[in-house]
């Protein structure tokens, strides 16, 4: 169905993340977020894929006629440079590898790869399903589709190398969504909640979960438009993790705080 993709109201948000069943337990551990720094983000942004790489954010945004492209100086959100997806295709997450921006689409089955420094479109690659998610381990992209299911793809060909199936204590994890490789995990947004899932890129097993509902629940004070939390970018050179969602206004840098404390 389209509408489950398109932009939500606050109040059918709200209606939607109480229908939602619980996805996480406490057989895993779970860390909920301290905010160390606040940067601006643009609230027209509808943010399907985020990354930090070489001192910037790389994100990919979605809608019909509003996908872009971008390169975003963190500090104070300026967009440096980006390229616009033809109005016919709804675009999806992003990686950067061996010097390269990925980007999916969402049900085009189209994903387009693109020059990092110029950013001209340099090829395309077909795909069956639909594209949600996008990271790398630094060899493969790792993909998701909305289900529970990670697919390994060689870059070079975008083909399927393997696959694993996500699953925590009480079963598969679905609704995967953005991606981030983070220190040797992957983290995955759970769409339609304010959980990151952290995922053992072996076995698919969920080793802990991050409960941001009290960071989306300070971003939604301060903006009424925002929607659900979707974005996470991973500086691996300094050890730091920014978090966003769709129509947010802010990315947050966070620390991880076991949630007792």
């Given at each position: 169905?389209?509408?489950?993709?398109?932009?939500?109201?606050?109040?059918?948000?709200?209606?939607?993340?109480?229908?939602?069943?619980?996805?996480?337990?406490?057989?895993?551990?779970?860390?909920?977020?301290?905010?160390?720094?606040?940067?601006?983000?643009?609230?027209?942004?509808?943010?399907?894929?985020?990354?930090?790489?070489?001192?910037?954010?790389?994100?990919?945004?979605?809608?019909?006629?509003?996908?872009?492209?971008?390169?975003?100086?963190?500090?104070?959100?300026?967009?440096?440079?980006?390229?616009a997806?033809?109005?016919?295709?709804?675009?999806?997450?992003?990686?950067?590898?061996?010097?390269?921006?990925?980007?999916?689409?969402?049900?085009?089955?189209?994903?387009?790869?693109?020059?990092?420094?110029?950013?001209?479109?340099?090829?395309?690659?077909?795909?069956?399903?639909?594209?949600?998610?996008?990271?790398?381990?630094?060899?493969?992209?790792?993909?998701?589709?909305?289900?529970?299911t990670?697919?390994?793809?060689?870059?070079?060909?975008?083909e399927?190398v393997?696959?694993?199936?996500?699953?925590?204590?009480?079963?598969?994890?679905?609704?995967?969504?953005?991606?981030?490789?983070?220190?040797?995990?992957?983290?995955?947004?759970?769409?339609?909640?304010?959980?990151?899932?952290?995922?053992?890129?072996?076995?698919?097993?969920?080793?802990?979960?991050?409960?941001?509902?009290?960071?989306?629940?300070?971003?939604?004070k301060?903006n009424?438009?925002?929607?659900?939390?979707?974005?996470?970018?991973?500086?691996?050179?300094?050890?730091?993790?920014?978090?966003?969602?769709?129509?947010?206004?802010t990315?947050?840098?966070?620390?991880?705080?076991?949630?007792?404390?």
């Amino acid at each position: 169905m389209v509408w489950w993709r398109t932009k939500i109201t606050g109040t059918l948000l709200v209606l939607l993340l109480a229908l939602v069943p619980p996805v996480c337990s406490a057989q895993e551990p779970i860390y909920r977020a301290q905010v160390v720094q606040s940067y601006p983000h643009d609230p027209a942004a509808f943010t399907q894929g985020l990354l930090f790489h070489a001192g910037f954010l790389y994100e990919g945004t979605g809608l019909y006629g509003e996908s872009f492209l971008r390169q975003v100086r963190l500090e104070d959100g300026e967009v440096v440079q980006q390229a616009a997806l033809e109005p016919s295709f709804f675009g999806e997450g992003t990686a950067v590898l061996e010097g390269q921006i990925f980007q999916l689409t969402w049900r085009e089955g189209r994903a387009f790869v693109y020059d990092l420094d110029s950013f001209d479109r340099r090829a395309e690659f077909s795909y069956v399903g639909e594209g949600w998610g996008l990271t790398t381990d630094g060899r493969y992209l790792i993909m998701s589709d909305g289900s529970s299911t990670l697919r390994f793809r060689e870059p070079s060909t975008f083909e399927v190398v393997r696959e694993i199936n996500v699953e925590a204590f009480h079963g598969p994890v679905p609704r995967l969504n953005e991606l981030e490789y983070v220190d040797g995990e992957i983290w995955a947004n759970v769409w339609l909640t304010n959980l990151i899932c952290r995922i053992d890129p072996e076995s698919g097993q969920v080793l802990a979960w991050i409960d941001l509902t009290e960071l989306a629940d300070l971003e939604r004070k301060a903006n009424r438009g925002a929607e659900v939390l979707n974005g996470i970018a991973y500086d691996g050179e300094d050890g730091r993790v920014f978090v966003t969602g769709k129509l947010w206004s802010t990315i947050y840098e966070i620390r991880l705080v076991p949630l007792e404390e």
